[in-house]
């Protein structure tokens, strides 16, 4: 079975969820592809979106996957959203975040495939952050987004990844009761070339009454590196 096509751009256009099955490295990988947001420009841009640990019941329906998938549509962007191997529709089984890393570069080579004219980005919440970067160095992604980073993890590794080399943000709520902040200010301190981080007060690891707020971190966070409109009008 062959991957499918891109779904058309006068059905992303009229702010469809359009369902996709792609092939990976352990069978199906179910996913979901949504249009820019009607009211902003479109740009030539599509995000492909990683979501938390699938052992603690993580999802590409996730709250902050799908306020993150928002605030790209918002910003002109095609996002890409789908679940990790054995969650949902998806074939496989977990796999210590390995086979996991693999299921991230296969959505990500479907997305080139199919629109080799687009600027690509990542961004993952949590485990699927942790992914996003895993294989940031050997997908070189356009941008990338981390929202509650598992630093200071020894299973991550974290230290054993090269920093990425491109527009970067990270976004991390004080009052995270899962992620340790002060590991993950402390892992960005670290850092060579730091990435831009944002930190929103009084916010656990699931973001509840703030996901408003992550929205405009990551709305803004981005802003300065959006490629320009399809129709050159940034109104």
């Known amino acids: 079975m062959s991957n499918p096509v891109f779904p058309a751009q ?6 469809k969820t359009v369902p996709v099955t792609l092939q990976g490295p352990a069978g199906d990988i179910e996913a979901a592809v949504e249009g820019h947001d009607p009211d902003c420009p479109r740009r030539n841009l599509v995000a492909v979106i990683c ?22 549509q918002q910003c002109g962007a095609t996002t890409v959203r789908f679940n990790f191997r054995g969650v949902g529709a998806s074939a496989g089984s977990w796999d210590e975040g390995n086979g996991e890393a693999d299921d991230v570069r296969a959505v990500v080579a479907w997305v080139r495939e199919q629109r080799p004219d687009a600027e690509l980005w990542l961004a993952g919440f949590s485990f699927g952050s942790g992914m996003a970067y895993k294989v940031s160095a050997d997908v070189k992604p356009g941008g990338l987004i981390m929202i509650a980073p598992p630093a200071g ?20 709520g ?16 670290s850092l060579p070339r730091r990435p831009e ?29 959006l490629p320009p409109p399809v129709d050159g009008n940034d109104a």
Request: charged share 25%; glycine share 8%.
């Open 153 to 172: 993890r020894s299973s991550y590794g974290f230290e054993d990844i090269a920093p990425f080399d491109g527009p970067w943000l990270v976004i991390q």
């Open 10 to 15: 006068a059905l992303l256009d009229e702010g």
């Open 174 to 189: 004080e009052a995270d009761e899962v992620v340790d902040p002060q590991k993950v200010y402390a892992w960005v301190d």
């Open 197 to 225: 981080l944002v930190r929103i007060p009084d916010s656990s690891h699931f973001f509840h009454r703030k996901l408003i707020d992550l929205r405009g971190a990551v709305k803004n966070g981005v802003r300065p590196w």
């Open 51 to 72: 979501h938390p640990l699938p052992t603690e019941g993580g999802t590409m329906h996730n709250k902050v996957v799908t306020m993150t998938a928002r605030a790209l």
